[in-house]
Each structure stands twice: as structure tokens, then as C-alpha cells.
């Protein structure tokens, strides 16, 4: 399994309306690429004392292999990144990482 996970910093003034576009808008259209067969959304979770000014999510897109991961970044993730900075700005920030699952229990 392989698993594209976007790590995301949202401000807090974008935070209610980002959560809602993401449940409601981005999260469904990945999967209707037809690139991925799962979408998590978990929030990072740190000390509650020092804020950040935001919190941090990260989103998990679990597809089978590194080649349906490889067919998004060619056909959709432009346009889907394009959207997200055009609807938010700099009040997010993205860092993306691969994950290759090895063993599972």
C-alpha cells in the first residue's frame, strides 16, 4: 500500500471553513479521481500551551501503489492545489510526504 499524506498548518481564522471544504469538497474529490481508494483526515495533536497560531491536520490518500499516486500528480494535482490556494491562501501552509506501508499487524 502506498500512502500520500499532506500535512496541513490552517490558521485559525480559516479553520471552521477549511475543516467543512475538506469533509465536504477536497476530501470527495480525490477519491473522485479514481487514484484512491481511502481519505483520512486526522488533526495533529501537540502541546495545547504553545499555540501556533493554527492547527495542524494531517490527510492520508491510501492507494494501492506508487503508480496511481504518480497518475495524480500528472492529471489532478495541479488543478487541486490550485483550488485550495486560490480558496486559502497563506492562511494554510502544506508539506507533503510519501509512505510505503511495509508490515501491518
Not at 500520500?4 to 475538506?22: P, R
Not at 500551551?49 to 490527510?59: K, L, P
Amino acid at each position: 500500500m502506498f500512502i500520500f499524506n499532506v500535512t496541513t498548518h490552517v490558521e485559525h481564522s480559516a479553520e471552521t471553513q477549511w475543516l467543512e471544504w475538506m469533509n465536504n469538497v477536497h476530501l470527495p474529490d480525490m477519491i473522485k479521481t479514481g487514484k484512491f481508494n481511502k481519505a483520512i483526515l486526522f488533526k495533529v495533536i501537540t502541546d495545547q500551551n504553545e499555540d501556533q497560531g493554527g492547527t495542524s491536520y494531517a490527510a492520508q490518500y491510501h492507494c494501492n501503489d506508487k503508480s496511481k499516486y504518480e497518475a495524480y500528480l500528472k492529471e489532478d494535482a495541479p488543478l487541486l492545489r490550485k483550488e485550495a490556494l486560490e480558496k486559502f491562501g497563506t492562511s494554510i501552509l502544506s508539506f507533503r510526504t510519501e509512505l510505503e506501508q511495509i508490515i501491518a499487524l
